[in-house]
């Protein structure tokens, strides 16, 4: 396993541009998901995919906020019209998504988002 | 709704002593429990995870944890610290397994000194 990646590692933004961040998942992970840490907290699920179907979205994942993952493979994860409070780090995790309770989810390193 | 309450942000112990991170679950179902730990600049790792089939639970780099019903605890421990344990640990829940959204408590920041 080559590990999750995430790209890029560090955005520095202005107040109302859009960014997009990317994951692609350690291979043949059927699941994908999205998380948000803020500074001091702990990480807070956004969503997560099943192949390319989107299964769940968090309250916390506003209209400016959009996922996909087009081709069951590598996801996206788009800000539109950003804000400071939208400054945090990004994790993305992948897990095989087979309904066994033992599965479990590999984190990547992160994208750390910075809304000046 | 589920949640994990994890008490002391910091912990501080000396090289060779004890470390004890504790975590508290809510569940209206039998929980599946974990403990994540996060270096600097890193994303997280799973330590060990508890699915039911034993209550005392192994995990990577001499960490273990036990899960308690009667007190909904599921503490980490480590009977000697190393240097290199000192990181950000994270204890999560979930009611549906590895597969399944993780909520996450608020971490300990373990800290070694030597």
């Known amino acids: 396993d080559t590990g999750v990646s995430q790209d890029p590692r560090h955005k520095i933004t202005k107040r109302g541009q859009n960014v997009t961040f990317r994951c692609d998942p350690i291979?043949?992970?059927?699941?994908l998901y999205w998380y948000r840490q803020t500074l001091g907290q702990g990480p807070e699920f956004l969503t997560y995919f099943q192949n390319e179907a989107q299964l769940e979205k968090s309250r916390l994942l506003s209209d400016r906020f959009s996922a996909e993952r087009p081709k069951g493979s590598f996801s996206t994860l788009e800000i539109q019209r950003t804000e400071q409070g939208d400054s945090a780090m990004y994790l993305c995790a992948s897990s095989r998504g087979l309904a066994r309770v033992t599965d479990t989810q590999y984190f990547g390193p992160g994208t750390r988002l910075t809304v000046l | 709704a589920q949640s994990v309450t994890q008490l002391g942000s910091h912990v501080s112990v000396s090289e060779g002593a004890l470390v004890l991170l504790r975590c508290n679950y809510s569940?209206?179902?039998?929980?599946?429990l974990f403990w994540y730990v996060q270096y600097p600049n890193q994303g997280l790792q799973l330590l060990l995870k508890?699915?039911?089939?034993?209550?005392l639970v192994k995990g990577i780099n001499g960490f273990e944890a036990e899960f308690k019903k009667s007190e909904t605890s599921f503490h980490l421990t480590k009977p000697s610290a190393h240097m290199s344990d000192a990181a950000e640990y994270f204890c999560a829940v979930s009611d549906q397994g590895g597969n399944e959204k993780l909520t996450f408590g608020t971490g300990t920041r373990l800290t070694i000194i030597p």
């Open positions: 508890y699915t039911s089939a034993a209550t």
């Open positions: 569940s209206s179902v039998p929980p599946y």
């Open positions: 291979s043949e992970h059927n699941r």
